[in-house]
């Protein structure tokens, strides 16, 4: 019926003779009644009609009228209508009837049979273009409701990541701000417990195994921090390139001994990789951290390897990380994995699977606040039954690694008689570390603020030999303070105490730098070395005057 010609000619054999013309030029035809059997053919299907103008009067053309109206949007039914030959112009009447029909070809009777095959014909055509337009809008529709799903949950999984971002964020915000109070509470227990360790007889054995005892809590405590610290990327990094496969050969007996004899570890490290930009000891502690996560998830044995390579950056990670060239440092167990929703957590801090008082659930948040705050990223994954699989990925260094160097201890040096100007806004933090300070010999004039430490610099009534400040205090910070100091002093050795911030990229990134919390003798370490690094710029200052002082 699509494709059939419906014919209402209510006169004699017009609408035989009409349907046999077309019929013989292979046009299908389908003869009405009347105008309300035309409708109720249109309804059902049809590709064009053939209408004596005389047909269209009377009720039943409001009834087609209105099914016209009702078509959708890409019909437009075609009518070939056979006018009654009008001497005289046609009624206005006649003209309305007409535009109630919208589609009209008008041909005027008498007419010859092939104009009338013709008009059929083309009427028949547009109709299977209205068609072909519909297809074409129904194939649009579903392409367009199939991108309007694909973007809608590409939106969802954005906001998803968006809000997962910023609920790490807000967690690294409160986690970084605990941390650096923290540090400030570990720094004076720490100190004092080991100048009450030095002035403890020593045939006090219980008492020095008292304080020992607390000691090794609060080194455990300030790990702990530090681990804060790496998920809230606000730990103190001293970032430097590194040969990572050379790294990974030397902790290999490391994690072996940690993790066990049950569980078999494979290295596979090329030779002539290029360095990785990152602190070497805080790379070596997640790379730990990792493996004691996988011993964790192989209770019976199973293997664990240990992958460094040079690779290009998967798509998973395109968004992430900045084009450029990466060293991928991975760690692969056979443990029992970890499915979807716990994959999803695995890195908020203090989430954990080992069971209550078995983890801290801060290792897997450490490694990725090291990865985020190197420039690069950590990227899990897992499955049930199969293990899992950290990969961490760390930006090439433009300059070639430094030969790798042994950490010594350093003794506590007896001072020279020195003067040390200690700036801090917390008393209990300065007051700590003005006894650590004097119980090595130095003179120790204390400032509350940076503005108090630059009023004496002004004055000059003390001879200030070293300058020691917290980098973060209210007004004026302690980088700043250093820089308006050595205005009035250029010679000044300084240094910084910091409890979370990171130097490497903020202002005081030229100034060395002192973690908090800190031993007595890091303390003595630091100051004397900056101490006799500042007399030896002197001497060699004064030598050529001494010359030529000898010349004459």
């Known amino acids: 019926m699509d494709e059939a010609v419906l014919i209402l000619t209510p006169h004699g054999r017009d609408a035989a003779v009409a349907a046999d013309l077309l019929k013989r030029h292979g046009i299908p035809a389908f003869i009405c009644e009347h105008l309300g059997a035309l409708s109720a053919a249109i ?6 009609a053939l209408v004596a103008e005389e047909a269209l ?3 039943d053309l409001d009834l087609l009228t209105a099914r016209l109206e009702q078509q959708p949007p890409w019909s437009d039914f075609p009518f070939v209508v056979l006018a009654n030959g009008h001497k005289g112009m046609r009624s206005t009447r006649a003209f309305e009837t007409l535009d109630r029909m919208r589609n009209v070809v008008l041909l ?10 013709r008009a059929a014909r083309s009427a028949l055509n547009a109709r299977r273009r209205q068609y072909e337009a519909r297809d074409v809008l129904a194939r649009s529709r579903e392409e367009l409701e199939r991108l309007v799903m694909e973007r809608t949950r590409e939106r969802e999984e954005a906001l998803a990541q968006l809000h997962e971002a910023q609920k790490l964020e807000t967690i690294g915000q409160l986690t970084g701000g605990v941390a650096h109070d923290f540090n400030n509470l570990l720094t004076p227990v720490m100190g004092n417990l080991d100048l009450l360790r030095r002035r403890l007889p020593g045939d ?26 790496a998920f ?5 990094l001293q970032p430097k390139a590194v040969d990572v496969s050379g790294l990974l050969a030397g902790i290999e007996d490391l994690v072996s001994r940690s993790i066990g004899p049950t569980i078999a570890v494979t290295v596979q490290s ?5 360095a990785a930009r990152v602190d070497p000891s805080q790379l070596e502690l997640a790379i730990l951290n990792l493996a004691i996560n996988a011993r964790d998830a192989m209770p019976r044995g199973g293997s664990l390897v240990m992958e460094v390579g040079q690779q290009s950056i998967p798509p998973a990670l395109r968004d992430t990380l900045r084009a450029g060239d990466y060293i991928c440092v991975s760690v692969a167990d056979t443990g029992v994995g970890m499915d979807a929703a716990t994959l999803k957590r695995a890195i908020e801090p203090f989430f954990s699977t080992k069971g209550v008082g078995k983890g801290t659930g ?11 705050q190197s420039g690069g990223a950590l990227q899990l994954s897992s499955q049930p039954g199969v293990g899992t699989r950290a990969e961490l990925w760390l930006p090439v260094a433009d300059e070639q690694a430094a030969a790798s160097e042994q950490t010594q201890v350093e003794a506590i040096m007896a001072p020279r008689p020195s003067t040390v100007l200690l700036v801090d806004d917390e008393e209990l933090v300065r007051v700590g570390t003005a006894e650590m300070l004097m119980d090595l010999g130095y003179s120790v004039v204390q400032a509350g603020s940076g503005a108090e430490a630059l009023g004496v610099l002004r004055r000059g009534e003390i001879e200030i030999d070293m300058l020691v400040s917290d980098y973060l205090m209210p007004g004026i910070g302690g980088a700043d303070m250093v820089r308006e100091a050595r205005k009035l002093r250029p010679d000044l050795p300084a240094l910084l105490i910091t409890g979370y911030t990171n130097l490497v990229q903020g202002p005081g990134a030229e100034l060395p730098r002192l973690a908090k919390p800190f031993r007595q003798a890091e303390l003595a370490s630091r100051i004397a070395e900056l101490i006799d690094a500042a007399q030896a710029r002197d001497n060699v200052l004064t030598l050529p005057d001494a010359r030529r002082s000898e010349g004459r």
């Not at 309804?43 to 064009?48: D, F, Q, S």
């Not at 005027?108 to 095959?117: C, I, N, Q, T």
């Open 43 to 48: 309804e059902r299907g049809a590709g064009a």
């Open 57 to 59: 009067a009377g009720a």
């Open 108 to 117: 005027e009777r008498p007419l010859h049979a092939e104009s009338m095959v």
């Open 204 to 229: 006090d054995v219980k008492s020095q195994r008292l304080v020992e005892n607390a000691l090794q809590a609060t080194s455990r405590a300030a790990t702990l921090v530090q681990r804060l610290l």
């Open 232 to 236: 809230a990327r606000r730990q103190d």
């Open 270 to 274: 090329p030779a002539n990789l290029p």
């Open 362 to 372: 801060l290792g897997l948040s450490m490694v990725h606040g090291l990865a985020a």
